[in-house]
């Protein structure tokens, strides 16, 4: 199994920024896929942003476009997600998620492992 420890949330006002980190450990050739999900109390889970192994493609919801930026260090088994631009409704628990198969992890369902979760919090 992979263990996904995330780091780096926090309080910030709107228009700040952030950046997440999700440390890999463990049976890390899992992690061919690795992405960000977030949940806000009374939602569902939603898919964030997610990085193939070669770092070569990402995807992102439409929610986050042009706002957020996934990247990944292969030698370090880290993802980053650098949020700028941040609103209020970004606020919620981000969780970091990976695969462990070539392929996308743009739902729930794509996904093999999880971290425990980040709370980020956006003030107006």
């Known amino acids: 199994q992979v263990q996904l420890e995330e780091s780096g949330g926090g309080l910030v006002q709107a228009g700040g920024s952030l950046r997440l980190s999700c440390a890999a450990s463990?049976?890390?050739?899992?992690?061919?896929?690795m992405g960000w999900f977030r949940q806000s109390p009374g939602k569902d889970r939603e898919f964030v942003a997610s990085?193939?192994?070669?770092?070569?493609?990402?995807n992102y919801a439409d929610s986050v476009k042009g706002r957020f930026t996934i990247s990944r260090d292969k030698g370090k088994n880290t993802v980053y997600l650098q949020m700028n631009s941040l609103k209020p409704e970004d606020t919620a628990v981000y969780y970091c998620?990976?695969?462990?198969?070539?392929?996308?992890?743009?739902?729930?369902?794509?996904?093999?492992?999880w971290g425990q979760g980040t709370q980020v919090t956006v003030s107006s």
């Open positions: 998620a990976s695969r462990n198969f070539l392929g996308a992890v743009t739902s729930t369902s794509h996904v093999s492992d």
């Open positions: 990085i193939s192994w070669s770092g070569a493609s990402t």
């Open positions: 463990g049976r890390t050739i899992r992690t061919y896929t």
